[in-house]
Structure formats: structure tokens, C-alpha cells
């Protein structure tokens, strides 16, 4: 088993400290960086090929799972960038996240259907989605997991344990790409209607929208505030999650995509698709204080942040 023989090789390994990893795709390099973001310098790179985009890194099992965009082939990183496993899952597969006890959830863009993968990368349950599901979402408690389903400018909600559907819910804009869970409730970035959906997951209603930059694409949260992506207009839109207000814009680089949140929680790591870099802004002062280089048309779609557990 994939993480079994991983757990094994960390066994027999040295003991080594732990350290903050980003797992960068970049979709026109065939490529996939691991950024050490204490350090800001990339420590390893991967080719994938077939165009990898979407991005889940898992530090409790101490993997990150690809999609390859062009293919749907699933690729498995330790974090030494090595691959440890894959899987063809076929063209249209395109969003991925993980949840608790090392949960792995696939979304298929073709097909409208979400699925949930054993260890051994075995499909446990396949549900249906709305159309085009993109970014998938789990919540922190692992119960229940959520995706954007763009072509129908809706977010289902799944029992997590089971697959069933239990909601599915319209968002204030076309469009909904990016998804993420956080205090209680989802929001989801409508690329098409410049705005951003605040969802609440338990009763199944929108709750709010707030207003972002041209073609919003993904959502992290840094201490107590929303930053938004937006593709056209190369900024972040920062908002107050409690009272659903912009607190204003931070110029970033150009065409921003993929977006997480420092493992501390002090800012937030944004991949440059035009730019072919990866800034860090901190969250206080929305100043950037950090910027590397990537291979071309860095994506990095995804929960992509995360704290090395030390063996």
C-alpha cells in the first residue's frame, strides 16, 4: 500500500525537523515544485506530465496528489517530490482534496461525479455532482465535503462517509470555481459574476455574497481575513469573512490562480499563472514579502500549503 510503504521508508529514515512545504503545479512546465516556504526556495521539482493543475498535500500521511489536466492521471508525491503511486482516472477528472484520516476525494469534470478513494486509491463511493465540478472542499471534522459546480452556479454538499447528497445550493454568481471551507461555512469564488458565495453547508442556503476583482478563482483565509484571487485584474481582494466587507486589494503579479494559506496562518501563498511566480503576502500589512520563481504557468489549484509532521 501506497502509505504503508511510506510510513516504512520514514521508519528507517533519520529523524529530521519539520518544515513548511508548498507543492506548486505548473501546468505549461509539466512540472511539480516543493517550495520550502521558511526558506522560499524550491528543495525539489517532479516532472508530471499531461499538464498538471490541481494539487491536495496531505502533511498527515506526508503525501500530495496531481491531476494531470490533459490525461486525468492521478500522480502521488512524497515530500521529497518523489512519485510513490498513480492512477489513470480519464480525461475530465479534474479537482482534488483531502480530509482527515487520509481521505482523498476526485472530482470528474465530463462525467458530474465526485468520488472518494481508499488508501489504495480503490474507489469507496462515486456520487453525482451538478455539471463541471471543479474545486472540492471537505470540512475540517471530515463529516461532510462539497463541491462547485460550475456549469450549473451551484455547490452540492455530500454526507462525507457515504456520498449522499444532501444539498445543492445556488450561488450569487456564474460560475463558481474555487471552493473552501472555513468557520462553519463555504464560499466559493464565481468567476463569472465577480463575486464571492457565502454558503451555509447545515441548512443548505446562501447566506451572502461579497463583491471581488474581475474573474475570481480561489479563497484562502489568514488570520481572520478572505483573500480572493482574481485572474484578470492581478490582484487579491481582501474581505472581513464576519461582516462580508472588502478591506481592499493587493497588486500581486500577474494572472493569480491557485491561493493557501501559510501553515501559520500569517499569510497567504499565491502561484502567478502569466508570471510564473509564487508570492507570499502577509496577512497583517498585505505587504509582499516574498517571491520565487517557477517553472511556466504555475496553477497550484488546491490546498497546496501545509506542516511537515516530524517522524
Same mark, same amino acid.
Given at each position: 500500500?501506497?502509505?504503508?510503504?511510506? $510510513?516504512?521508508?520514514?521508519?528507517?529514515?533519520?529523524?529530521?525537523?519539520?518544515?513548511?512545504?508548498?507543492?506548486?503545479?505548473?501546468?505549461?512546465?509539466?512540472?511539480?515544485?516543493?517550495?520550502?516556504?521558511?526558506?522560499?526556495?524550491?528543495?525539489?521539482?517532479?516532472?508530471?506530465?499531461?499538464?498538471?493543475?490541481?494539487?491536495?498535500?496531505?502533511?498527515?500521511?506526508?503525501?500530495?496528489?496531481?491531476?494531470?489536466?490533459?490525461?486525468?492521471?492521478?500522480?502521488?508525491?512524497?515530500?521529497?517530490?518523489?512519485?510513490?503511486?498513480?492512477?489513470?482516472?480519464?480525461?475530465?477528472?479534474?479537482?482534488?482534496?483531502?480530509?482527515?484520516?487520509?481521505?482523498?476525494?476526485?472530482?470528474?469534470?465530463?462525467?458530474?461525479?465526485?468520488?472518494?478513494?481508499?488508501?489504495?486509491?480503490? /474507489?469507496?463511493?462515486?456520487?453525482? /455532482?451538478?455539471?463541471?465540478?471543479?474545486?472540492?472542499?471537505?470540512?475540517?471534522?471530515?463529516?461532510?465535503?462539497?463541491?462547485?459546480?460550475?456549469?450549473?452556479?451551484?455547490?452540492?454538499?455530500?454526507?462525507?462517509? /457515504?456520498?449522499?447528497?444532501?444539498?445543492?445550493?445556488?450561488?450569487?454568481?456564474?460560475? *463558481?470555481?474555487?471552493? /473552501?471551507?472555513?468557520?462553519?461555512?463555504?464560499?466559493?469564488?464565481?468567476?463569472?459574476?465577480?463575486?464571492?458565495?457565502?454558503?451555509?453547508?447545515?441548512?443548505?442556503?446562501?447566506?451572502?455574497?461579497?463583491?471581488?476583482?474581475?474573474?475570481?478563482?480561489?479563497?484562502?483565509?489568514?488570520?481572520?481575513?478572505?483573500?480572493?484571487?482574481?485572474?484578470?485584474?492581478?490582484?487579491?481582494?481582501?474581505?472581513? *469573512?464576519?461582516?462580508?466587507?472588502?478591506?481592499?486589494?493587493?497588486?500581486?503579479?500577474?494572472? *493569480?490562480?491557485?491561493?493557501?494559506?501559510? *501553515?501559520?496562518?500569517?499569510?497567504?501563498?499565491?502561484?502567478?499563472?502569466?508570471?510564473?511566480?509564487?508570492?507570499?503576502?502577509? $496577512?497583517?500589512?498585505?505587504?509582499?514579502?516574498?517571491?520565487?520563481?517557477?517553472?511556466?504557468?504555475?496553477? $497550484?489549484?488546491?490546498?497546496?500549503?501545509?506542516?511537515?509532521?516530524?517522524?
Amino acid at each position: 500500500m501506497i502509505r504503508a510503504a511510506l $510510513a516504512a521508508l520514514f521508519l528507517s529514515s533519520p529523524v529530521v525537523m519539520a518544515g513548511d512545504l508548498a507543492f506548486i503545479t505548473s501546468q505549461n512546465g509539466n512540472s511539480v515544485s516543493i517550495v520550502d516556504l521558511q526558506e522560499m526556495q524550491v528543495i525539489a521539482s517532479t516532472t508530471v506530465e499531461g499538464a498538471p493543475a490541481p494539487v491536495a498535500y496531505d502533511p498527515a500521511v506526508g503525501l500530495a496528489y496531481v491531476v494531470s489536466a490533459d490525461s486525468g492521471r492521478l500522480t502521488v508525491l512524497d515530500e521529497a517530490g518523489e512519485i510513490v503511486g498513480g492512477l489513470d482516472l480519464g480525461q475530465g477528472v479534474f479537482g482534488i482534496a483531502t480530509g482527515p484520516g487520509g481521505a482523498l476525494y476526485v472530482g470528474d469534470w465530463d462525467g458530474g461525479r465526485l468520488m472518494r478513494l481508499g488508501q489504495d486509491l480503490e /474507489t469507496l463511493w462515486q456520487a453525482t /455532482t451538478g455539471l463541471a465540478p471543479a474545486g472540492i472542499a471537505v470540512s475540517p471534522d471530515g463529516q461532510m465535503v462539497a463541491t462547485a459546480d460550475r456549469d450549473d452556479d451551484a455547490v452540492s454538499v455530500f454526507d462525507a462517509a /457515504t456520498g449522499q447528497r444532501l444539498h445543492q445550493v445556488a450561488t450569487a454568481g456564474a460560475h *463558481p470555481f474555487g471552493i /473552501t471551507w472555513y468557520e462553519g461555512r463555504l464560499w466559493t469564488a464565481d468567476v463569472q459574476g465577480n463575486v464571492v458565495s457565502v454558503i451555509d453547508p447545515v441548512a443548505g442556503r446562501l447566506l451572502g455574497q461579497i463583491p471581488s476583482g474581475s474573474h475570481p478563482y480561489a479563497i484562502a483565509f489568514a488570520r481572520g481575513r478572505g483573500f480572493v484571487t482574481d485572474q484578470y485584474g492581478s490582484t487579491l481582494t481582501v474581505f472581513d *469573512p464576519d461582516g462580508l466587507q472588502v478591506l481592499g486589494k493587493v497588486e500581486i503579479g500577474d494572472y *493569480p490562480e491557485g491561493i493557501a494559506a501559510l *501553515p501559520d496562518g500569517s499569510g497567504v501563498v499565491v502561484a502567478n499563472w502569466d508570471s510564473d511566480t509564487v508570492q507570499v503576502v502577509d $496577512a497583517e500589512t498585505l505587504e509582499i514579502t516574498a517571491e520565487i520563481e517557477m517553472p511556466a504557468g504555475p496553477r $497550484a489549484f488546491g490546498q497546496f500549503t501545509g506542516r511537515q509532521v516530524q517522524p
